[in-house]
């Protein structure tokens, strides 16, 4: 794919989500692997400037595609407006009507950088890179509707699919050393729509820590202090529409909720 092609792609996305429109089909030639997927997406941040980053999403990458691009995990930038906290009462949040939108249990993991900061080897070395955790919600929306069936290189090039964040009750230092241990139910207005627990995310927040760093350093992207890492769907990617309450309850730990309404064109 040639530089201006992706430039063209990222553009394409920036003026969609600007605009709150959506897009018919996909802007462009499909990235067909994560180096040129995260050009794209690279490109979309360099037109954005000078809008804050608040954090990063981490998402999976199923098989066989983990195989075939060498990873089972993706990133994507969230922006600092984006991010609300729900301590204040129920937030509502915007997504594309006719893109795709979903919502997604995930817990939050606040990045600080120690000194002499070296990259973690694993999950307790993780642990040294962050100063809070919290209980979440993600909120994934694109103006591509095909964004999660077409596969992660085009998900990774529309800014991973993230649309924003709801930060919840923290989880207390005590339990960040077992935060597998935490199971979670997520539901769209009274109807169940995923039960799992955080051990079968992978190697689990930590590990989502760990991959980000690695590939913030591949793309040349200096971690920030105060960074929040949103570490990846725990019961699954729920579909949501404009109007629906999305939820999520802890076990041991609290619940959160927001409302979804359309973005304004």
Not at 30 to 45: G, M, T
Request: contains cysteine.
């Amino acid at each position: 794919m040639a530089d201006d092609t992706g430039t063209m792609t990222a553009r394409a996305f920036v003026e969609a989500r600007r605009a709150g429109h959506s897009l018919a089909a996909y802007p462009g030639e499909r990235p067909q692997d994560l180096a040129e997927a995260y050009r794209i997406q690279d490109a979309a941040l360099a037109l954005w400037r000078p809008r804050a980053i608040g954090g990063w999403k981490v998402g999976r990458i199923n098989p066989p595609d983990d195989a075939r691009l060498g990873t089972d995990r993706l990133a994507g930038p969230i922006f600092a407006d984006t991010i609300v906290d729900a301590s204040a009462g129920e937030p509502v949040l915007r997504v594309f009507a006719d893109g795709f939108a979903a919502g997604e249990a995930e817990l939050l993991l606040r990045l600080r950088v120690p000194p002499q900061s070296r990259f973690p080897r694993n999950g307790f070395e993780a642990l040294g890179w962050i100063d809070d955790v919290r209980i979440g919600l993600e909120i994934a929306s694109s103006p591509y509707a095909g964004i999660n069936a077409d596969g992660a290189c085009v998900t990774v090039s529309d800014h991973g699919n993230n649309a924003g964040l709801v930060l919840g009750p923290q989880v207390t230092s005590e339990r960040w050393s077992e935060l597998r241990s935490i199971d979670v139910e997520t539901r769209i207005g009274a109807d169940v729509v995923g039960r799992a627990s955080v051990a079968t995310m992978l190697d689990g927040p930590l590990g989502a820590v760990r991959f980000l760093l690695g590939n913030l350093a591949e793309r040349g992207i200096e971690p920030q202090a105060g960074w929040w890492v949103s570490s990846g769907a725990i019961t699954g990617v729920h579909p949501i529409k404009p109007g629906d309450c999305l939820a999520a309850r802890f076990i041991g730990i609290g619940e959160i909720s927001c409302r979804v309404e359309a973005m304004s064109g």
